[in-house]
């Protein structure tokens, strides 16, 4: 049984920093291809943040986080991370952490989810 645990959200000031951590569990190693960050405001439909690439750490970023969030990975701990800095108050959404283990083709069909973390960014 796969299982995704997010950890790291709370609320922070605007301009400030959170670090979001996924925890991966339940195949054995290598059982993903991708994993990526998620994200839904209340009102609003789910929308992609970021991803990584397991093989070669090559990353994917929506344009709106550019130059303020970094992913990053851990392939021994089948953990990602996700810097967050410079937050704004749009930022402010449940994170959630999914893996792409169907193909080894990027695309944004993911196929595990984590039960998500609150992230609130304060003005």
């Known amino acids: 049984q796969v299982q995704l645990v997010e950890s790291g959200g709370g609320l922070v000031q605007a301009g400030g920093s959170l670090r979001l951590s996924c925890a991966a569990s339940?195949?054995?190693?290598?059982?993903?291809?991708?994993m990526g960050w998620f994200r839904q405001a209340p009102g609003k439909e789910r929308e992609f943040v970021q991803a990584?690439?397991?093989?070669?750490?090559?990353?994917y970023s929506a344009d709106s986080v550019k130059g303020r969030f970094t992913i990053s990975k851990d392939n021994a701990k089948n953990t990602v991370y996700l810097q967050m800095n410079s937050l704004k108050p749009e930022d402010t959404a449940v994170y959630y952490c999914?893996?792409?283990?169907?193909?080894?083709?990027?695309?944004?069909?993911?196929?595990?989810w984590g039960q998500g973390t609150q992230v609130t960014v304060s003005s």
């Open positions: 999914a893996a792409r283990t169907r193909s080894s083709s990027w695309s944004l069909e993911f196929d595990y």
């Open positions: 339940g195949r054995t190693s290598s059982w993903w291809y991708y």
């Open positions: 990584i690439r397991r093989s070669t750490g090559n990353t």
